[in-house]
């Protein structure tokens, strides 16, 4: 219950300041340093794809970065947001109360995203949240100071359910992680389906970190649909995928879709059961040079290589320092402001741009776990399909409902 | 006398507390100190275990942050709705299980109380895993801003003395006695001409009530209401910080809050050993350590006296 | 609603069935001679899975020599590392609470519940590690006609029936099991006989330990092994344990079977409750039979 407060005692001082907002000079760095919260999934259903691995590139970033900015030093703090939006947000509020953080990365699981974005609004500092999916990040609950880092629920479906709807796969079941996650990339997912000429035949809730999915997949088995959309993520998709396995649904002639996953769920997974699946991803770490070096290294220290969302992370946090750097300042509005007009241009991103929204639009990739026959090392597990332009996977600025936008 | 000397330090403490410590932080002590003197009525008082009061505090945090962000209730209103919510719940929870004893009556508090999680879970209005996010602290009376974290801070600490004072009152009551009494001996407690079952009722109803109040507290000083607050985990939570502070003493359970609290808090580093910590200390509390810190602290005193 | 998907989601029930019913007779077994409840019931059988996985996959690594446990052994092993430590904290901790309230009882067993739970939360993932040593001789799938099911489920629900008769039958129907049952009845009177009823309450509560511990290698290669495994499923087994009363041994099976089953449906019928209608039903039991189904009123 306490889990969440780690630090004790605060300056009478301090504690009557607290009421207000921490206001930092224009010029100069508050507190003297910059300071950079990692708050994830460090325990459950999502700690392979962020979790230590994300408070690894933060620091990645940073040494690349020289290790200070405007002569001051960089710190990282980190903490396990639980999957529990309550944890998060209160973890959060104590982090910026207290230990004057300055910008709070990852953020894995959209209920604990919107719940720290909501708090940051407030509190007017800036999140990058590099782990969670929903689109309400950017679209209804979307902040000026809320960025969007990685993917969303809009981009996942372009790629993966046109593709399937192609193939043939017209009717869709799909069992879906039940919360904000879930139901964006299930609405997301659906709608996509029906714009292509399909169906959507039914839908099953399943609860966050579900062990036995054997009941849920058997109702979409009978359900007569031609493809069960896997709405749900990290640990959870793995499961479901293994346990179809076990019942035999895909040799039964159904197919499933990941919507969402990462390559670290294929590495656990083994191409045995997932050569074939196709998903959409905004990183392939063995695609260039470039990637593949970083990646290397990040392995060297993780012992597994880089998800979209760690690879994410270093991307995020390098360009906040760089628009740190570039401002003068760490206070909010100014940074935010550099982060607008910047082009983002890394290892992870090419060319992209942070919308008024929040959204950082840059290109995905379709792509498919290759044959056993064709993987020629532990982790070369993915074939690039094809490129989703930055246009087609994020929702336009002309159809955007955030209020920040019109 | 020992009492009138521990309320006055509760007092200065309380009213101090923000000066040294993040406010934030102490009002969560302060709706968890409440919780575990509502459990400790039960408990204490009336020998009953309840292994569901989690129901109760996190069931009120539902109620208040959904009228006051939905329906625009002010915050003391919002308290108040979820604190009557409670009222009621814990009438039917209360009806229920004490229709069987001692381990039974654990196992059945626990089985409703996980009614009450799932249907958290999975009702459209309590947001489901996502919890009921961004409620407004509002204003007080209309005029006194609650966004202000120290004067949020004594509209807390007000409240907690308002539950004590209540809870104090009962226990010291002839209602008390009976029930100390009902739980030194219930045969005969009855063969006195006592309603047993309607005593022990009204003590469970007035111990969800203000654990109810505790949380509802709890969802307006954090602006959030979650499954968290309503898992079997919180309500073994408030078991043990009663069982570290000394069942059945009056200030007890206040220590024992604070205590776990603070060590949890500090503690938060080592991660999952925190709950091997606590579980190793309730197995210490439960084997030698059966009076708690107060109850140890009093006994001491009144030796001294003898 | 086809007959078929039906049978199938009545067959996942039985699946779990056999889960509550083993453990809530080791529950059973335990209060009947104890007067206790063991709330660490979940966590041993969360401790049964654990050893299992850690005897497959890791003891290698841990002890940097080459020893693999594989399932069958584990079947054996587990049971009776996790009986003995039904008798360590039976001998060492319970057998001084037995004087008090019996509430005691229950609040030490929810303490050592938190303590083995944080142990396995430092070091294994909260969301659960898959048990790869499922044996290849069960890996297969049988055609049942309306399904297909994997070899493993339909082999851990024999398994674990046969357990749960075997048990009711020794208990009920051998002479060491009436000296048991004499032992629930009268302990002063048995000891008088020259029974040694201490030795025998401890080697009860190994026994049921041991039962927890077996339930949790058979679910391992099924559920993925997670610290929470035995949580969430204790409370239910709590709500069947009060449904079917402590009456008897069979109760405790039979109540165990039927909810398993009662859940199952659910999931056809009305999914959203599939959570909450074991609870449910305790609460209609709680209000017109108090005592539970097979309990006896006291």
């Known amino acids: 219950m306490f889990k969440h407060w780690k630090q004790g005692l605060v300056s009478a001082v301090a504690t009557a300041s607290l009421a207000l907002p921490l206001l930092a000079s224009a010029e100069g760095l508050s507190d003297d340093k910059v300071k950079i919260g990692v708050l994830s999934d460090m325990s459950g259903v999502y700690k392979s794809l962020e979790g230590p691995g994300a408070v690894v590139a933060a620091k990645m970033a940073i040494e690349d970065f020289g290790g200070e900015v405007m002569g001051k030093a960089i710190e990282v703090i980190s903490a396990d947001h639980q999957n529990k939006p309550d944890i998060g947000a209160s973890t959060a509020r104590e982090w910026i109360d207290t230990k004057g953080v300055d910008m709070i990365t990852a953020l894995d699981n959209s209920s604990v995203g919107l719940s720290v974005q909501g708090l940051a609004k407030d509190k007017k500092i800036i999140t990058m949240n590099t782990g969670a999916g929903s689109t309400a990040l950017t679209e209804e609950q979307c902040s000026p100071y809320g960025i969007h880092y990685v993917y969303d629920t809009h981009a996942l479906p372009v790629g993966t359910a046109t593709a399937m709807v192609k193939n043939g796969g017209k009717k869709w079941f799909f069992i879906t992680a039940d919360y904000a996650f879930g139901h964006s990339l299930r609405d997301n997912t659906g709608d996509v389906v029906k714009s292509m000429g399909g169906e959507v035949v039914g839908n099953v809730n399943a609860p966050l970190s579900t062990n036995d999915f054997s009941s849920y997949l058997l109702q979409a088995q009978s359900s007569g649909a031609d493809v069960i959309g896997l709405a749900n993520a990290g640990q959870d998709t793995v499961n479901a995928i293994k346990q179809a396995n076990q019942f035999r649904i895909v040799q039964s002639g159904q197919k499933l879709a990941g919507m969402l996953v990462f390559i670290t769920d294929v590495h656990s997974m083994g191409l045995e059961i997932a050569q074939g699946l196709q998903f959409t991803t905004a990183f392939v770490w063995n695609q260039n040079e470039e990637t593949k070096a970083w990646s290397d290294r990040f392995n060297k220290i993780h012992g597994a290589m880089p998800t979209m969302v760690q690879a994410g992370v270093y991307s995020a946090v390098t360009n906040y320092l760089k628009a740190v750097k570039e401002a003068g300042t760490d206070e909010t509005e100014a940074v935010r402001a550099k982060l607008g007009e910047m082009t983002l241009n890394d290892m992870f991103v090419k060319g992209g741009k942070i919308a008024p929204n929040g959204s950082m639009l840059h290109d995905m990739y379709l792509v498919e776990a290759k044959k056993p026959s064709e993987s020629e090392s532990e982790w070369d597990l993915l074939r690039v399909i094809s490129k989703i332009p930055a246009d087609q996977a994020y929702i336009s600025m002309e159809e955007s409902k955030c209020s920040l936008v019109n | 006398m020992t009492n009138r000397i521990l309320f006055m330090l509760m007092l200065i403490g309380g009213l101090t507390a923000p000066l040294f410590a993040y406010p934030v932080f102490v009002m969560d002590l302060l709706c968890f100190a409440l919780f575990a003197c509502a459990f400790n009525l039960l408990l204490g008082y009336a020998g009953l275990l309840s292994f569901g009061h989690a129901a109760f505090f996190g069931g009120a945090a539902y109620i208040t942050g959904y009228v006051t962000k939905e329906w625009g209730f002010s915050p003391l209103l919002g308290i108040l709705a979820g604190t009557g919510f409670t009222l009621v719940l814990g009438g039917i929870f209360g009806f229920l299980a004490i229709r069987r004893q001692g381990i039974y009556f654990a196992m059945v508090t626990l089985a409703l109380a996980q009614i009450v999680y799932f249907l958290a879970l999975q009702m459209p209005f309590t947001g489901g895993e996502n919890g009921l996010q961004g409620i407004p602290r509002g204003e007080l009376f209309g005029f006194i801003d609650l966004n202000h974290s120290l004067t949020m801070y004594y509209f807390v600490f007000t409240i907690f003395l308002i539950g004590f004072g209540i809870i104090y009152r009962t226990i010291h009551s002839p209602f008390g006695e009976v029930l100390q009494a009902i739980r030194e001996n219930e045969s005969r407690a009855l063969s006195l001409g006592y309603d047993v079952e309607r005593f022990k009722l009204l003590a469970f109803v007035i111990s969800a009530t203000l654990a109810g109040l505790a949380g509802a507290t709890k969802a307006i000083v954090f602006q959030f209401a979650a499954l968290t607050n309503a898992h079997w985990q919180t309500s073994g939570e408030v078991i043990l910080m009663t069982l570290v502070g000394g069942l059945g003493t009056v200030f007890g359970p206040v220590v024992g809050a604070i205590t776990v609290g603070a060590l949890s808090h500090e503690l938060s580093a080592f991660g999952s050993w925190v709950q091997v910590i606590l579980g190793t200390i309730f197995v210490v509390c439960v084997m030698v350590f059966r009076r708690g810190i107060v109850g140890e602290v009093l006994r001491l005193v009144n030796r001294k006296k003898d | ?298």
């Open chain 3, 1 to 298: 609603m086809s007959i078929q998907v039906i049978l199938a989601q009545a067959l996942l029930g039985l699946n779990v069935g056999v889960f509550y019913a083993m453990l809530s007779l080791g529950l059973a077994v335990i209060f009947g001679l104890l007067n206790i409840i063991n709330f660490a019931h979940g966590a041993m059988y969360m401790l049964g899975a654990f050893i299992a996985l850690i005897g497959y996959s890791f003891l290698e690594k841990w002890l940097g020599v080459s020893i693999q446990i594989g399932f069958w052994a584990s079947l054996v092993i587990v049971p009776l590392l996790v009986g003995l430590l039904g008798v360590l904290i039976e001998r060492f901790l319970l057998r001084r609470l037995y004087e008090l309230d019996h509430i005691y009882g229950l609040l030490l067993t929810f303490g050592i519940t938190l303590i083995l739970q944080g142990l396995f939360s430092n070091y294994f993932n909260v969301s659960g590690t898959p048990y790869p040593g499922q044996p290849e001789s069960l890996s297969g799938v049988v055609n049942l006609g309306f399904m297909y099911f994997p070899t493993y489920r339909l082999f851990a629900i024999v398994v674990s029936l046969i357990v749960c008769f075997a048990t009711w039958f020794f208990i009920e129907h051998t002479k060491l099991g009436s000296r048991l049952r004499a032992g629930v009845e009268n302990p002063d009177l048995t000891q008088a006989f020259g029974l040694n009823v201490p030795l025998m309450v401890t080697l009860t509560f190994a026994f049921g330990a041991g039962l927890a511990g077996l339930a949790g290698v058979l679910a391992a290669p099924i559920y993925s092994v997670s610290p929470l495994m035995g949580a969430d499923l204790i409370i239910v087994v709590f709500a069947v344990v009060v449904i079917g009363g402590m009456g008897s041994i069979m109760g405790a099976i039979l109540s165990g079977l039927a909810l398993g089953l009662i859940e199952g449906l659910t999931k056809v019928f009305y999914p959203p409750a599939a959570s909450t209608v074991i609870f449910f039903l305790m609460v209609l039991v709680l209000l017109f039979r108090p005592a539970g189904l097979f309990g006896k009123e006291k």
